[in-house]
Every structure is written in structure tokens, then in C-alpha cells.
């Protein structure tokens, strides 16, 4: 083999593992810079539902440029408890909409940011172990 050959062939041999080892370096990143104990979140809005059942949304910017936002269902009586979960580009929530309706007993959450599709996020039903 010649002198040239071998380091081509060690170099395309890593070449995969480093590329996956620098893609998760910067997913840790992300995720530490999102930790809820640094970087807690805001209330924005909270909307009635019907009587006992109430949607807050909360947000929160971590890392320049990217938001994150987050659905919380209030039921009177139960712990609040995360529905849906958005991080996105900051730009996507310029003039974004929301909305939160029973169906079926149960809140369904549709969000419009604009460029993206409606991304629907529904309550698990009681039989679902979510409690």
C-alpha cells in the first residue's frame, strides 16, 4: 500500500464517529443550556378552558435565537402537568396562535407558527397511566 493511502483510509475511517461525536457534543449543549434550574420559565398567557380547566403557556429564550414554549393544563384539584412542548427559531413565534378546546372531555391544543405545520397535541385520557 502506499505511503499516501493508509492515513486517506484511517481519516474516512473516523471520519463517521467523529462527525457523530461532535453532533451529540452539541445536543448536550443544548439541553444544558435548556435546564430548567438555569434557564427557568415565563408565564405568558392562561386561558379558561371551561370552569375548573385552564391552559398556561410559558416560555422561555436559553440560547440566542432559539424559544422554547411550553402548554401546561391546570385541572382544579390535579397537578399541573405539560402537554405540548415547542423549541423553535425565535422568528416562528413572531405572530404565532394558540388554541385549547375540550373534545371529548379532554383539551386539545392546536399551534400555528407561521412556515411550520398546525401541530395538534391532545390530553391523554385517564385509562392512558399518565396520573
Same mark, same amino acid.
Given at each position: 500500500?502506499? !505511503?499516501?493511502?493508509? %492515513? @486517506?483510509? #484511517?481519516?474516512? $475511517?473516523?471520519?463517521?464517529? +467523529? +462527525? @457523530?461525536?461532535?453532533?451529540?457534543?452539541?445536543? &448536550? *449543549?443544548?439541553?444544558?443550556?435548556?435546564? =430548567?434550574?438555569?434557564? %427557568?420559565?415565563?408565564? *405568558?398567557?392562561?386561558?379558561? &378552558?371551561?370552569?375548573?380547566?385552564? &391552559? *398556561?403557556?410559558?416560555? !422561555?429564550?436559553? =440560547?440566542?435565537? &432559539?424559544?422554547?414554549?411550553?402548554? +401546561? @393544563?391546570?385541572?382544579?384539584?390535579?397537578?399541573?402537568?405539560?402537554?405540548?412542548? !415547542? *423549541?423553535?427559531?425565535?422568528?416562528?413565534?413572531?405572530?404565532?396562535?394558540?388554541?385549547?378546546? @375540550?373534545?371529548?372531555?379532554?383539551?386539545? /391544543?392546536? /399551534?400555528?407558527? %407561521?412556515?411550520?405545520? #398546525?401541530? +395538534?397535541?391532545?390530553?391523554?385520557?385517564?385509562? $392512558?397511566?399518565? =396520573?
Amino acid at each position: 500500500m502506499k !505511503r499516501w493511502k493508509k %492515513p @486517506l483510509l #484511517v481519516v474516512l $475511517a473516523l471520519a463517521p464517529a +467523529v +462527525v @457523530l461525536l461532535g453532533s451529540m457534543a452539541l445536543m &448536550v *449543549r443544548s439541553e444544558m443550556a435548556f435546564d =430548567e434550574a438555569t434557564c %427557568p420559565y415565563e408565564e *405568558r398567557e392562561l386561558r379558561r &378552558v371551561t370552569d375548573g380547566v385552564e &391552559v *398556561r403557556e410559558d416560555a !422561555r429564550v436559553c =440560547e440566542e435565537g &432559539v424559544e422554547e414554549h411550553r402548554w +401546561v @393544563l391546570l385541572r382544579r384539584g390535579q397537578e399541573p402537568r405539560p402537554i405540548a412542548l !415547542r *423549541r423553535l427559531e425565535q422568528s416562528l413565534y413572531e405572530d404565532y396562535r394558540w388554541t385549547a378546546e @375540550l373534545d371529548d372531555g379532554l383539551v386539545r /391544543i392546536e /399551534i400555528h407558527n %407561521p412556515g411550520q405545520d #398546525v401541530r +395538534v397535541f391532545n390530553e391523554p385520557p385517564p385509562d $392512558a397511566g399518565w =396520573e
